[in-house]
Structures are given as C-alpha cells and as structure tokens.
C-alpha cells in the first residue's frame, strides 16, 4: 500500500515538472511572445490619447502572433539598448521601425524586409534650408543609436554641421525644433509624415534625402525555429491581404514589402 502511494506520488511530481519545464517564456515553443518597441515611434509603434500601444507595426505584429498560435506582450524599451534586451532574453523580438544595416545583421537575425523608408531631414516650414548642403554651420538633432545616425555619419555634410544633439525619442527632437533650439532634425521618412499630417503647415522635408533603407524584424541570433515561424505568419498575412488593410488603415495605401 504505501509502495503504491509513493509510485502515485512520484508520478504526480513527475508531471509537474514536466509542465513547468513546457510552459517556457522565451523562444519558438513559448506561448506569449515578448516584442521590445520604442512606444513613440508614430506611426509604427506609440501610444494614444488613451495612453494605449497602437501603430502599423502593433496591428502588424498582433495579426502574424496570433497566426502562429501565441500571445503578445509589448514591452517598451530603451532603443539604444535595443539588441541587448533581445540577447538578454528579455524580449523575443525586436519589432517597430527596425532598419536593416550590415552591423544589425552580425547582431540579431532578420526577416525579409515589411517596408521601405529612407532617412530624411526635417526643417519647420518657414526655414531657409532647401538642401543638405544648407546644414553647413547648423544645429541638427536625431535618436540616439539609430540608423538616422548612421545615415548622417556616412555623409560630408556631418563635418561641417555645427552641433549634433542625439534624443531618446523622435518626439524630444521634433520639440526642440520647434523651439528653436536645432535648425533641422534627421528621421524616418514614415515618421516625418506622419508628424507633418498632425500638424500641417509646421515642417517640411528637404527634397534631398541621406540614404534609403527598408525595417526587417529581429530576432535572437539562434533562433532560426522563431524566425522561420514569423516569416511563414507574415507571408501568409500577405497572401490572404490582411497586411494590405492593415497598410491601408495606417497609411492610406499599400506600402508593404511583398
């Protein structure tokens, strides 16, 4: 009798175990997905008047998570520390805004490119500036580590601007320009216009842009079972046309990568 007791015991705690060793949080097999974003990147990732997570990027993620039969969880982060939080197990991908560049690629793993942007430069709408070569002796700002930055590093005119403010969002640069204290700001093209269609007539955009680029999505280095998951959810998103409605509500047309 109690030979039998200790059996059904111990094939009780067996099962246990095993359920907690099933119900990993990270990785392909998890049941919620952590995506890390920068919660004032608009229109890709931000929040609204009601303080909620809304964007192209959220409903875009939202739809290709559930396709693959998981949860979502949106964690705001730091984006200068962007792959560090992916390494770190933190969060499981990297999703909102996320350019494509060499460097990126010996960090994190990609899917095939969702969209295409270019950086820009944004002036208020009343400058002088018409092209990069105006930049000269100016005051220009961006976001810290992002590949605003690296398009600005890669072109002459950095040397001769007069001061390069670095911000942690988009949103603190676009302020100090309106406020006088920088003559222009670099940034996605995507978030340039949106920002012009709030408030029109306050910016505009040189004709002159600093590099194109296209967003991919990042994944840990490793974790090709993931990676492959999302890819095969986002094509099937494209196939069936709900990437088309999503692009449409966001912006107006069909700007998805195919």
């Not at 997905?33 to 409903?59: Q, S």
């Not at 350019?99 to 208020?124: A, H, M, W």
């Not at 018409?130 to 992002?146: C, E, H, I, R, Y």
């Amino acid at each position: 009798m109690k030979k039998s007791l200790w059996i059904t015991l111990s094939l009780s705690l067996m099962v246990v175990i095993l359920a907690a060793c099933g119900s990993d949080t990270s990785g392909s097999g998890a049941d919620k997905i952590v995506i890390g974003i920068d919660d004032k990147f608009a229109p890709l990732g931000f929040r609204d008047e009601k303080n909620e997570i809304v964007g192209f990027d959220i409903d875009y993620a939202r739809a290709a998570v559930e396709k693959m039969g998981k949860e979502v969880e949106f964690q705001p982060i730091d984006w200068s520390s962007k792959e560090s939080e992916l390494n770190s197990g933190r969060i499981d991908l990297i999703w909102n805004g996320y350019t494509i560049t060499e460097d990126r690629k010996d960090k994190v793993l990609f899917t095939k490119p969702y969209l295409k942007n270019s950086q820009v430069v944004v002036t208020l709408a009343d400058s002088q500036l018409t092209t990069l070569a105006d930049l000269a002796g100016k005051k220009v700002g961006l976001q810290n580590l992002s590949s605003a930055s690296d398009a600005l590093s890669e072109n002459p005119i950095k040397d001769q601007i007069k001061s390069i403010s670095e911000f942690p969002d988009n949103v603190l640069a676009l302020s100090d320009l309106k406020s006088g204290r920088l003559d222009a700001v670099v940034i996605d093209e995507v978030v340039a216009d949106y920002y012009m269609s709030l408030e029109e007539g306050t910016y505009k955009i040189l004709d002159e842009t600093l590099s194109p680029e296209e967003y991919g999505i990042g994944v840990k280095k490793g974790n090709e079972e993931l990676l492959t998951s999302l890819q095969t959810a986002i094509d099937e998103l494209i196939e069936e046309g709900t990437a088309t409605t999503i692009s449409e509500k966001w912006f107006g047309e069909d700007k998805v990568l195919r």
